[in-house]
Nanobody, 114 residues
Framework: VQLVESGGGLVQPGGSLRLSCATS????????MSWYRQTPGKERELVAL????????VYADPVKGRFTISRDNAKNTVSLQMNSLKPEDTAVYYC????????WGQGTQVTVSS
């Protein structure tokens, strides 16, 4: 099983980034997918979730209206479009696959700073 995040980096406040998570080794279309983030000294927190059929999405309050989660079941990828980024969005972002068990990626750093 592999989940590989990409697309992180340094961006100015108000800017945008698009994170992607490429997966392999499991039946992607059966799994709910989510993005989490973590800052030093804090617990990992849910950012957004999308159900296996993309029929439902859930967002954490701090990112509602700014972030959009999407998936491509044909390409086994999940993405997170992040707009209007704020310094408090700075974190390591992880993708997670969830069903009867969970799989995590290794994370990608997002830094929002001027």
């Amino acid at each position: 099983v592999q989940l590989v995040e990409s697309g992180g980096g340094l961006v100015q406040p108000g800017g945008s980034l698009r994170l992607s998570c490429a997966t392999s080794g499991f039946t992607f279309s059966s799994y709910h997918m989510s993005w989490y983030r973590q800052t030093p000294g804090k617990e990992r927190e849910l950012v957004a979730l999308i159900t296996s059929d993309a029929g439902n999405t859930v967002y954490a309050d701090p990112v509602k209206g700014r972030f959009t989660i999407s998936r491509d079941n044909a390409k086994n990828t999940v993405s997170l479009q992040m707009n209007s980024l704020k310094p408090e969005d700075t974190a390591v972002y992880y993708c997670k696959a969830m069903l009867s068990r969970s799989y995590w990626g290794q994370g990608t750093q997002v830094t929002v700073s001027s």
